[in-house]
């Protein structure tokens, strides 16, 4: 996440140019699914620092996946609080975020719980958000997830990733001009691809402070795969957490959610 250290004023006029610069650039995506632009969450600190998560579904139970780093605050914990806004499809095909939103406390004994890989150099953090809390968005928003099923696990991922394909993260790096609580369109931001190593899959994307926590897709064989999540930029090399990471991290919560999500069966009198 990135802290705020300036405000800016500006005219109707700037901010609408903004607006309309982003959505031109989300259109040039050629055929990138709404649905896939729908799961990309923007998300933000009570203190101004803010990024990028996905919402994961597995049975019943949702799931905000983002980086370690983009969640903890200065004292490196994890905050008291997140607001977590609304996502609207457009007439137009476009997806826009907030400007509502809800809250989450992410902390036992509250409406959500967030878990660390058992490996402190996986920079993820997995928060489950209950069903009570999600309900909020009953008549002001649908709450847009991807199935955990349909993402790719480590061989399907190395099936998918190739140095031809066109590699996008779609995230909130940038505040919004003037005001905190506007409405806002992704940004999309592409390159291809440089390598991988024993821990990040390796593009050239032109990613900013504050694209932490974007996931990112690949086009390729004709389809969009989210390959992983924007972790770092070094020497001009956009690192990505694959997203068998969080899959294989997270897979004793994912199961214990597919446990509970299955029916009681009749009890036989």
């Known amino acids: 996440m990135r802290k705020s250290t300036q405000r800016f004023c500006c005219s ?76 609207h499809r457009m007439p137009n095909g476009e997806v826009i975020s907030g400007p509502d939103h809800f809250t989450l406390y992410p902390f036992r004994g509250k409406d959500t719980t967030f878990f660390r890989p058992a490996a402190d150099s996986v920079d993820l953090v997995l928060v489950s958000i209950s069903s009570s809390t999600t309900n909020v968005a009953k008549g002001m928003a649908k709450v847009y997830t991807i199935d955990c099923s349909e993402l790719l696990n480590r061989k399907t991922f190395g099936e998918a990733v190739e140095a031809g394909g066109i590699y996008t993260a779609i995230g909130y790096p940038s505040k919004a001009i003037g005001e905190e609580d506007v409405a806002r369109y992704p940004e999309y931001r592409w390159g291809q691809y440089v390598g991988t190593d024993s821990r990040f899959l390796k593009t050239n994307i032109p990613i900013i402070p504050g694209s932490s926590g974007s996931p990112v897709v690949v086009y390729t064989h004709g389809q969009y795969y989210f390959v992983g999540i924007a972790t770092m930029l070094v020497n001009g090399v956009c690192h990505i957490t694959p997203i068998f990471e969080a899959l294989e991290q997270f897979d004793a919560i994912f199961k214990r959610a597919t446990e509970r999500s299955k029916p009681v069966a009749p009890v036989d009198e």
């Open 12 to 87: 109707a006029a700037v901010l609408l140019v903004a607006i309309f610069c982003n959505a031109q650039t989300g259109r040039s995506q050629p055929g990138l699914p709404v649905e896939m632009q729908s799961v990309v969450y923007r998300i933000q600190q009570m203190d101004g620092s803010y990024g990028t998560a996905i919402l994961l579904r597995e049975g019943d139970f949702q799931f905000l996946l983002t980086n370690w780093h983009v969640l903890r605050n200065d004292q490196r914990k994890m905050p008291e609080s997140v607001y977590v806004y609304w996502n």
